[in-house]
């Protein structure tokens, strides 16, 4: 009799511990969107980011890795940014990312075709289905680009100007970033500033972002849909993206602020007083 019990109490620990690592990770959304983007050297890019968000629910996520089925079938590792707590979550919810995109920069294809993912790291495995962006016989239509982007000066604080295109249908957001792609491989952003004005064609950068560099500068328009789902009883609501087209250039920042100027003003007068004195003493 004691040894069915402690049998039954052993099932029952291994079957609790089963669904406590079954539970290891959440789903908390996952989509793609069309992105186009105009590289720096002026090259088209066509894309298809998708996006995945897991709540890491015994906080060990690492590496995470996503097998994909569908075109381009296949295990890849997912890139990672957070963890980060937000929409009332009381567990680190992580975004991880992979940008896909046909051989042939037609994107039509992957974009009629819905996914299955299948992420899986240390602590579990879990699924996620990502829907079709477009019905079939439809046509990816990516937002169309900013044209004539230019940036003042060199400046800490330079102004930003570009010329929108005369047809804006779609465009929710017009968002201009800067991206620091030195220090680290996952290119950092460092400033971003959303306008919803969508007559706005410049921006002034604020003082206190930008610092001596090589940065990236990002002009977007953005066609974005709100969506709101129950997570552990948390309403939670959020824009994404749908489509997204994104000029970028490359600026460099040589600052040379007013206490460098400061400085060297006061090292001529103290280098003036010294030769003063000396001339006295002869």
Known sequence: MRLALALACAAIIGL?????????????????YLDLRQNSDGSLDPRLPMFISLQDVDGDVTSATAEFSGPGVGVFPMFRSGPFLGFGETE??????????????DLTSFAQTGFTMRVS?????????????????????FLPLVTDV??????????????????????????VRVVDTVTDNVFTEIYKMVI????????????????????QLRVELRDQEVVTDILNG????????????????????????????????????????????LLGRG
């Open 16 to 32: 609790t511990a089963l669904a406590e690592r079954a539970q290891a990770l959440a789903v908390v959304d996952a989509y793609h």
């Open 92 to 105: 680190p919810v992580l975004e991880y990312g992979r940008i896909w995109r046909s051989f042939d920069d």
């Open 121 to 141: 790291d240390s602590s579990g495995t879990v699924r996620a289905e990502v829907a079709p962006l477009i019905g079939v016989g439809e046509t990816a239509r």
């Open 150 to 175: 230019t940036v003042s000066d060199n400046s800490v604080a330079p102004t930003v100007s570009w010329t929108n295109p005369a047809d804006m249908t779609g465009v929710d957001q017009i968002v």
């Open 196 to 215: 919803t004005d969508l007559s706005t064609s410049s921006a002034v950068i604020e003082e206190g972002f930008l610092f001596a560099g090589d940065f």
């Open 234 to 277: 948390v309403d939670r609501t959020m824009e994404r993206n749908v489509s997204r087209s994104t000029y970028i250039s490359d600026i460099t920042v040589v600052p040379l602020p007013g206490s460098v100027v400061m400085l060297l003003s006061a090292l001529a007068v103290f280098g003036w007083l010294g030769r003063k004195r």
